[in-house]
């Protein structure tokens, strides 16, 4: 009679049928470790355990499919908090897997030893302690339903030494692939359906302002649908950009607090303060989002889709049409009748926009030195296809990257860390998302404050062949910092200013390619050439500090409009 396999055996298979293909981790817990690579699971090593989080954050994002992080207990579990925390506000799935010391020592000060339950109590949905051999193929499976589930987060289970070798118990037999989000696809009822149907219907003038549920629940094409038959505008946030097609007629691009002078949310924004009804759909309505909840007008009837019922009515009083967003659309886009709106008045309207923004920004695309992150932006834009992710770090360079490319493709994927929006997490993000695209081009754009908190990944993705290119806005200052500190207090703390680093040395010490852009005029052949690299590609982008992006919260303080053109006064 053969043995019963251990509980790592049980576990490693049960990675194997969900779908896992690798596992990112470093060697803990190292039975598990070992018996995933017996079965064919790859083992990604990251440096550190926050680049980790955000590595599985940006597959599951641009993959649909779920992976495994593993980690050892007490400072690396610690390490893990900041990416959960972002997974879990943005609702990303992530199955964390997490090394406990041996349970008779619990509670003894062992090695390391934490009260794990309460460090990952604010970050994950579920966390469960691993207590017997008994039923472990039933808790992994509970650990990926509720990763995955309603709005998705991370899901923690905890893994004690002693019974990582021990012989597993009986669990209940188990063959589902629960590997791929969202799990379920509820919707509100027909009753509901109908009389959020009449309501569009018979608005004088609706509008959708779209966040990231929209992609997390691939309903781009259903909000599409539903747009061109109810002829509605749609606007998104930083992280719904490219819900839809941003070329599409209909469609506003990002608004959020991108509303200053040569701001596109400068001449869309006014488009949604005339709306009777304001369909939201997987939209947290944060600050930001809503320009500072100024954004949906105080007499607008709102109507809210989204998978977690506790963002319905948390700012907005709101119809509550809880449900996942894709099926959710697809039934409120069948129970349309008609309406009399105009669609082509309104065409012209998002046009006229468009034009105006981009009269606007023209000066800063000229082939000048220092070099305006525009330019940059628009040298990206040129390499926009069908299969391009494009992936931000937060603070400024999110909202370039939402404030200045133009999706053109409803496959092009743009990915930020706007959760949390906390600094670092862009290159591993980009990791994480070539891994789920790996024929696809991933650009991943940070500034030099953000991008030192992640270097140490430049050596991961050589060692493990992932390549993007990475565009470094260099511009010596924390960027987002001292431009609010200026606004907000006339003057701004002596953490506004950054040493010199060379990033492309880095990038060439750690095996990859790096180079230096100082003119305009050689981006494009920079580009290609990151782009013909066998390696991760760094380009260190020399850009003028005194320029940023048209935040609301600079209009009047150091931005204004002098007869048509954007004056931004320099912070020095």
């Not at 719904?240 to 949310?265: D, F, Q």
Request: hydrophobic share 45%; charged share 20%.
């Amino acid at each position: 009679m053969a043995e019963a396999p251990t509980v790592v055996d049980v576990v490693a298979d049960g990675l194997v049928r969900h779908g896992v293909e690798f596992i990112l981790g470093q060697s803990v817990p190292t039975a598990l470790v070992l018996a995933c690579e017996d079965r064919g699971i790859r083992n990604i090593t990251y440096r550190q355990e926050n680049a980790g989080g955000a590595i599985a954050d940006g597959f599951a994002r641009a993959s649909g499919r779920v992976t495994a992080m593993i980690c050892q207990n007490g400072p690396a579990a610690a390490l893990a908090v900041a990416p959960f925390a972002e997974s879990m506000k943005a609702g990303i799935p992530i199955v964390a897997i997490v090394q406990e010391v041996d349970r008779s020592h619990i509670g003894r000060n062992a090695f390391q030893e934490y009260d794990h339950r309460a460090l990952f109590a604010p970050v994950a949905k579920w966390f469960h302690l691993l207590e017997s051999a008994d039923g472990v193929a039933d808790h992994l499976d509970r650990a990926f339903m509720a990763a995955t589930s309603g709005k998705p987060g991370p899901a923690v289970l905890m893994l004690p030494v002693d019974l990582q070798k021990a012989r597993a118990g009986k669990s209940a037999h188990r063959e589902m692939q629960l590997g791929s989000w969202p799990l379920d696809r509820p919707r509100p009822g027909d009753t509901m359906i109908a009389e959020a149907a009449r309501l569009i219907d018979g608005a004088r003038f609706p509008v959708v302002i779209a966040g990231g549920g929209v992609l997390n629940s691939g309903a781009g094409n259903a909000l599409l649908r539903f747009a061109e038959k109810a002829a509605t505008p749609v606007a998104t946030t930083n992280m719904g950009k490219g819900a839809i097609p941003e070329t599409h007629p209909l469609a506003m691009g990002v608004i959020g607090n991108l509303t200053g002078p040569g701001g596109l949310g400068r001449y869309t924004k006014p488009l949604v303060q005339p709306a009777d009804v304001v369909l939201l759909i997987g939209n947290r309505t944060n600050e930001d989002g809503t320009d500072h909840w100024s954004l949906i007008p105080d007499d607008a009837r709102v109507l809210h889709i989204d998978i977690d019922p506790q963002e319905i009515g948390r700012n907005y009083e709101a119809m509550r049409l809880v449900g996942d967003a894709r099926a959710t659309l697809e039934a409120l886009t069948d129970a349309l009748g008609g309406h009399s709106r105009d669609r082509d008045a309104i065409e012209r309207c998002v046009a006229d926009a468009w034009a105006t923004f981009e009269r606007e920004r023209a000066p800063f695309l000229a082939d000048a030195e220092p070099i305006r992150a525009e330019r940059v932006l628009a040298a990206i834009q040129k390499r926009l296809g069908a299969q391009t992710i494009v992936v931000s770090d937060a603070s400024y360079a999110s909202s370039w990257v939402a404030g200045q490319l133009r999706i053109t493709h409803s496959t092009t994927r743009v990915i930020s860390p706007r959760g949390l929006a906390g600094l670092g997490w862009g290159l591993p993000l980009a990791l994480g998302a070539k891994l789920a695209r790996p024929a696809g081009e991933v650009i991943v754009v940070v500034g030099d404050g953000g991008f030192a908190h992640a270097w140490a990944e430049l050596e991961t993705a050589v060692r493990s062949g992932i390549k993007v290119t990475v565009v470094v806005l260099n511009n010596g200052v924390l960027g987002y910092q001292k431009d609010a500190e200026k606004a907000k207090f006339g003057r701004y703390t002596a953490a506004g200013h950054l040493g010199h680093v060379d990033h492309a040395a880095i990038a060439r010490a750690c095996g990859g390619h790096g180079e230096t852009v100082e003119r305009a005029s050689h981006l494009d052949a920079a580009f290609d050439r990151a782009a013909r690299s066998d390696v991760i590609a760094l380009l260190d982008v020399l850009t003028d500090a005194g320029g940023h992006p048209p935040i609301s919260l600079y209009d009047g303080t150091l931005d204004r409009l002098e007869h048509g053109r954007v004056v931004q006064d320099p912070v020095p």
